[in-house]
């Protein structure tokens, strides 16, 4: 992969598709950074009021329809940021537009039918296509890959274990949010709720690293999960097993825990471990911590994060000299994140929070 950013050459042309929350706290600051590769020229939002005010903040167009995006030659890139259940068929529409490459964030579909018409259609067009799992580019997860040697196969036991605050508090470190819609209170003790907390958990939270949990544990297909359950106010405790590895997720969003975002690999000889910054921090990369032998090596931090990663390795596959992720993995990753949600009907939420 490559990870320069290119200066020499004009800036590609990006055009975004849903401007609340994550495209003002995670990508503008991300693209600000990235000024002279990638330049912001088009916000798309279906309230017209956050789109002008979104699109005034980097000097683009704005417009409330997606075909008016589309149709804007000076577009190249377009990113998907609207809520998920527009992605697939706005990626679709991307590629039938023939832009230059899609960045759509996670999930990019909510079924194995919407995905498989996904990678039908970026593989009829040849517009590649990057989801933004953002740990995936982050530099620390990037060197570790580079570095830990046999380490996948001897992998026994992976935990993801995530400890945030709700999201507003951090997008309101980044920046003022415009057109914020404030989360309905809802029941959160019924079956339904519950079944749809760990859904929303899974597709919504864990799926960031599930591409990671992926890379050590490749027989996704014997999922087998051994526990699900939910913790208030939002959270969830989910045991599995792929193939021959244990697999542990777990999550809090709670306002009583330091954040912390943590991804482990253990095997017989050597683990990998990898503290990452939480979401919407503009703080550089994790920190890889490699133990072998009675020796660490630590990789990181590095000066950019994974979002910051992702819009780098864009512009590179926008422009022909980074290399998409093949259908099959995103196909995959996708197929294992819906195999885990999908896979036991969760025990009663807990009143306490994870430790
Ligand atoms: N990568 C990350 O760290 C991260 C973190 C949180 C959320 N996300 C993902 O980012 C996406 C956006 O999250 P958010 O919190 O900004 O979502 P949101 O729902 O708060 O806001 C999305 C914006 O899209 C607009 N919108 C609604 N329907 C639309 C449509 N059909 N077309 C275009 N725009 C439309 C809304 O008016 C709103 O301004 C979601 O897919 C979410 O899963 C990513």
Redesign the pocket.
């Known amino acids: 992969m490559s990870s320069q950013p290119q200066t020499a050459l004009p800036p590609l042309g990006v055009g975004i598709?849903?401007?609340?929350?994550?495209?003002q706290a995670?990508h503008l600051p991300s693209l600000a950074r990235l000024r002279g590769t990638l330049e912001v020229r088009h916000v798309?939002?279906?309230?017209p009021q956050?789109a002008e005010s979104v699109a005034a903040r980097v000097g683009a167009r704005f417009s409330t329809t997606?075909e008016d995006l589309l149709a804007d030659p000076a577009v190249d890139i377009v990113a998907v940021?609207?809520?998920?259940q527009?992605?697939a068929a706005?990626v679709i529409a991307a590629c039938r537009a023939g832009k230059k490459a899609v960045l759509c964030?996670?999930?990019f579909a909510m079924n194995g039918e919407e995905a498989a018409a996904i990678s039908a259609v970026s593989a009829e067009t040849g517009v590649p296509i990057v989801v933004?799992a953002?740990h995936t580019f982050d530099p620390a997860w990037l060197a570790a890959e580079a570095a830990w040697g046999d380490l996948p196969g001897q992998v026994h036991t992976v935990r993801s274990s995530i400890v945030l605050p709700p999201?507003p508090r951090f997008e309101d470190f980044a920046t003022e949010i415009v057109?914020?819609?404030p989360l309905p209170s809802r029941d959160s003790t019924g079956p339904e709720a519950i079944g749809a907390m760990l859904t929303g958990g899974v597709m919504?939270l864990a799926i960031?690293d599930l591409p990671l949990v992926r890379r050590f544990a490749p027989d996704f297909a014997s999922v087998e999960v051994l526990h699900a359950d939910t913790v208030r106010p939002f959270g969830y405790l989910i045991s599995l097993r792929a193939g021959s590895v244990t697999i542990e997720l777990r999550a809090a969003m709670n306002s009583t825990w330091e954040p912390a975002w943590t991804f482990e690999a253990i095997g017989n000889d050597a683990s990998l471990c990898l503290d990452f910054t939480p979401?919407y921090v503009h703080a550089g990369s994790a920190t890889a911590r490699i133990r072998r032998a009675g020796t660490t090596t630590v990789l990181g931090p590095f000066g950019h994060n994974g979002y910051e990663g992702e819009w780098r390795e864009i512009a590179a596959i926008a422009r022909g000299t980074g290399s998409a992720p093949s259908a099959d993995t995103l196909l995959h990753d996708l197929e294992f994140a819906l195999a885990i949600a999908g896979g036991e009907a969760p025990a009663p939420a807990r009143e306490e929070s994870l430790a």
């Open positions: 598709l849903g401007a609340g929350p994550v495209t995670i798309m939002d279906v309230d956050v997606v940021c609207s809520p998920h527009f992605h706005q964030e996670k999930p933004g953002m999201n057109g914020r819609v919504g960031h979401s």
